[in-house]
T-cell receptor, first 116, second 108 residues
């Protein structure tokens, strides 16, 4: 079946502009996750959704970052007034979840964001 | 699994068994332990998940001791294509914390 898809695959933007990154999870997966990975670095957790709700937004790096999920499916990560340090690959994943347990996460190919 | 530690890098030769251990403190009762593999310019790929004792699938085995404060990913008979970064994943509150990753290099 179809995996996690993300769009755009690449985004180059000027400093100070807003960007929207989109994630389409695997159909039926209730949990959706956003991570960031800077060049040569590990994975930095940003936020996760259980259904349309994000229980904890403290992983978002600043108030310029926001995320939403509608209809228990598509999610959008928005970065306002982008800065050069926002340049990274933004990865989305989805999984089944329930009963306090979270199961294997399936990742999309990522969106490479470059802020010039 | 508030904080995870794992070796930064490992080298191995083709055909050998590789064991990568992740140490995780403050593991919660309902935390699963999950491992991922990442190749350059790709998203991480799920390898294996377990709760206790031993789990085996077609790719790897996962060993979890009774205290669950560590886990060991075992890759049997590695090949050059197993060269990648391997991450263990845990939880910290409502956040998902990947370990720093172990860069495995398989040599011919």
């Amino acid at each position: 079946g179809a995996g996690v898809s993300q769009s755009p695959s690449n985004k180059v933007t000027e400093k100070g502009k807003d960007v929207e990154l989109r994630c389409d999870p695997i159909s039926g997966h209730t949990a959706l996750y956003w991570y960031r990975q800077s060049l040569g670095q590990g994975l930095e957790f940003l936020i996760y959704f259980q259904g349309n709700s994000a229980p904890d937004k403290s992983g978002l790096p600043s108030d310029r970052f926001s995320a939403e999920r509608t209809g228990g499916s598509v999610s959008t990560l928005t970065i306002q007034r982008t800065q050069q340090e926002d340049s990274a690959v933004y990865l989305c994943a989805s999984s089944n979840a329930g009963g306090g347990a979270f199961y294997a996460q399936y990742f999309g190919p990522g969106t490479r964001l470059t802020v010039t | 699994l508030a904080k995870t530690t794992q070796p930064v890098s490992m080298d191995s030769y083709e055909g050998q068994e590789v064991n990568i251990t992740c140490s995780h403190n403050n593991i919660a009762t309902n935390d699963y332990i999950t491992w991922y593999q990442q190749f350059p310019s790709q998203g991480p790929r799920f390898i294996i998940q377990g709760y206790k004792t031993k789990v085996t699938n077609e790719v790897a085995s996962l060993f979890i001791p009774a205290d669950r404060k560590s886990s060991t990913l075992s890759l049997p008979r590695v090949s050059l294509s197993d060269t990648a970064v391997y991450y263990c994943l845990g939880f910290k509150g409502q956040n998902f914390v990947f370990g720093p990753g172990t860069r495995l290099s398989v040599l011919p």
